[in-house]
T-cell receptor
Framework: EPEVTQTPSHQVTQMGQEVILRCVPI?????FYWYRQILGQKVEFLVS????????KSEIFDDQFSVERPDGSNFTLKIRSTKLEDSAMYFC?????????????FGSGTRLTVV | AQTVTQSQPEMSVQEAETVTLSCTYD???????LFWYKQPPSRQMILVIR??????QNATENRFSVNFQKAAKSFSLKISDSQLGDTAMYFC????????FGAGTRLTVKP
């Protein structure tokens, strides 16, 4: 069964450093998403991406965040200058369609720890 | 904006028994999908079951079934014959455009 692949599975970074979280969506999917889950809390929407541009973003997704699809297969989330409160599990997801009835396939997540 | 509410932060059930997890949502849309995701200790998000809003028949996947009450905007998950491997966080989710999640219910299945 096709999978969404995320790397690395765990990243530790110093506060103020830039991090790039990588995702390889399912190859025939056109819509891509990033979600965040702070430990023990709900899964929060960050951003959706289609046709090489952001379709929607939440208030969490401020100027510190950016997304890119650099080479037609990878989908990356960059955090420019990490803060302690950015420590969370980050999930990438992809979908064949942008609206119902398509579900999402989630990756296994990247645990980001900012120290 | 759509909101998803899971009012049970934690639940427990004895192995082989049945448990029902609650979910309500708020939307003005007529066409949408509802999902239940399972998040085991590995933290992976695993789709359990989904329901199309325009279908009256409740979705069923093996031991998992839903009670979808569109007028009441309620979407509960029933797990029959609970197994130890069902221990996980369960998230209810709503999708019209992007997917939004409830706060989750931590389910513990006791031997």
């Amino acid at each position: 069964e096709p999978e969404v692949t995320q790397t690395p599975s765990h990243q530790v970074t110093q506060m103020g450093q830039e991090v790039i979280l990588r995702c390889v969506p399912i190859s025939n999917h056109l819509y891509f998403y990033w979600y965040r889950q702070i430990l023990g809390q709900k899964v929060e929407f960050l951003v959706s991406f289609y046709n090489n541009e952001i379709s929607e973003k939440s208030e969490i997704f401020d100027d510190q965040f950016s997304v890119e699809r650099p080479d037609g297969s990878n989908f990356t989330l960059k955090i420019r200058s990490t803060k302690l409160e950015d420590s969370a599990m980050y999930f990438c997801a992809s979908s064949e369609g942008g609206t119902v009835p398509y579900g999402y396939t989630f990756g296994s997540g990247t645990r980001l720890t900012v120290v | 904006a759509q909101t998803v509410t899971q009012s049970q932060p934690e639940m427990s059930v004895q192995e082989a028994e049945t448990v029902t997890l609650s979910c309500t949502y708020d939307t003005s849309e007529n066409n949408y999908y509802l999902f239940w995701y399972k998040q085991p200790p590995s933290r992976q998000m695993i789709l359990v079951i989904r329901q199309e809003a325009y279908k009256q028949q409740n979705a069923t996947e093996n031991r998992f079934s839903v009670n979808f009450q569109k007028a009441a905007k309620s979407f509960s998950l029933k797990i029959s014959d609970s197994q130890l491997g069902d221990t996980a966080m369960y998230f209810c989710a709503f999708r019209n455009n992007d997917m939004r999640f409830g706060a989750g219910t931590r389910l513990t299945v006791k031997p």
